[in-house]
Structures are given as C-alpha cells and as structure tokens.
C-alpha cells in the first residue's frame, strides 16, 4: 500500500524559498498513470491545489502560484519535492502531498504546517 510523508522546515521567513519534500513508499512515483500533487489549507481557507508532477515527470501548476512554484522529483530517493519561493504570511497554511491515480483513487499525506514569520 503507498503511504506519503512530508518534510520540510517549518518556519520560514518571509521572502525566502520554503522547500518540502513527499517520501513515498509501497510503490514508485514512475508507476503509471500517477499524478504527485501538493495541496495546502490556509488557517481558516480552504484547499488550494499547488501542482502536481505526474509518473513520466510532467509538471503542471496552479496559474495563481506559477511563478513562485517549481515540483521536481528524485526517483532514486523515490521522492517528490515543492519548492515555493518570495514566501509571504499568505502562504502560511498546512501542506499535503497526495496521488492521483484513475484506478486506484487518491491519497494524503498527513500534511505539514508551514509558518511565514519573521
């Protein structure tokens, strides 16, 4: 069974690159036909979808956070990664990263707090 977990920093200050990364396990990230997504949930917000990196390394991102945004994967590490940059209090919020599959549904991570604060 594929299980996700994030990482990354936690606080960050304003400005800077905030860099998360999704470990999977029980499964490879070049499997077919599976889209790596980032998500996050402002305090308050709802989800808000980030972009995603599918099983062949195609990315595509949310217009709104495109230029901030870049997912980029390591298949020997069997990861993921978010790398969000210019980072503001806005993009304080709990960050999920997920699998898409037309088989096999979708999952979640448990998701990490990332706090913008100087």
């Known amino acids: 069974q594929v299980q996700l977990r994030e990482s990354g920093p936690g606080l960050v200050e304003p400005s800077q690159t905030v860099s998360l990364t999704c470990t999977v396990s029980?499964?490879?990230?070049?499997?077919?036909?599976?889209?790596w997504t980032w998500i996050r949930q402002p305090p308050g917000k709802g989800l808000e979808w980030i972009g995603y990196i599918t099983y062949s390394g195609t990315t595509n991102y949310n217009p709104s956070l495109k230029s901030r945004t870049s997912i980029s994967r390591d298949t020997s590490k069997n990861q993921f990664t978010l790398q969000l940059g210019s980072v503001t209090p806005e993009d304080t919020a709990v960050y999920y990263c997920s699998y898409v599959h037309p088989a096999e549904g979708t999952l979640y991570g448990q998701g990490t707090q990332v706090t913008v604060s100087s």
């Open positions: 029980g499964g490879s990230i070049t499997a077919n036909y599976y889209y």
